[in-house]
C-alpha cells in the first residue's frame, strides 16, 4: 500500500473542502430558484423584477410539484456540501462515505433528469434525425 506524504494529504483536503463549499453555494441558488418558481402571489409582490417573471414557466407552479422537487434538490446538494467540508476538515470515514454515496446520486440524478428533459422539451422528429439518421463519413 502506497503511504502518501502530510503535504499531498493536505493539497486533497483542500479539494475536497472546496468541493464542499461550491456544493453548499450551488444546492442554495438551486433552493432559491425553486422557491421563486412556486409563483406564489407574495412573492411575486416582493420582488417584481423583470428576469422573475420570466422564470415562470408554464407548468412550474406550486401544485405540479416541479418547484419542491428543486427546493429538495438544492437541500440535497447543501447537505452534501456540508458532508464535503467535514471530510476535508476531519478526514473521518463516517464524513467520507456518506460524501462519496451522495456525490455520486446527485451526478446520477443529474445525468438521468437531463436525459428526461432531452427527450420531453426537445422536438421528437429533431431527436430522432440526430440520433437515428446519423451517417458516418
Known amino acids: ?54 422564470m415562470n414557466i408554464k407548468g412550474m407552479d406550486a401544485t405540479s410539484g416541479f418547484s419542491t422537487a428543486i427546493i429538495i434538490g438544492g437541500a440535497f446538494a447543501v447537505i452534501t456540501g456540508f458532508l464535503g467540508l467535514a471530510t476535508g476538515k476531519f478526514k473521518k470515514f463516517c464524513f467520507t462515505l456518506p460524501f ?7 451526478g446520477l440524478l443529474l445525468v438521468i433528469s437531463g436525459l428526461i428533459a432531452l427527450a420531453v422539451l426537445a422536438d421528437k422528429s429533431e431527436l430522432e434525425e440526430i440520433f437515428c439518421n446519423t451517417t458516418s463519413e
Open 100 to 106: 462519496m454515496i451522495l456525490s455520486f446520486l446527485i
Open 1 to 54: 500500500m502506497a503511504c502518501y506524504s502530510n503535504a499531498c494529504k493536505h493539497r486533497s483536503s483542500k479539494c475536497v473542502f472546496f468541493v464542499g463549499g461550491i456544493l453548499i453555494i450551488m444546492g442554495l441558488v438551486t433552493a432559491v430558484v425553486g422557491f421563486l418558481l412556486t409563483g406564489d402571489e407574495d412573492i411575486q409582490k416582493v420582488l417584481e423584477n423583470e428576469w422573475i417573471k420570466k
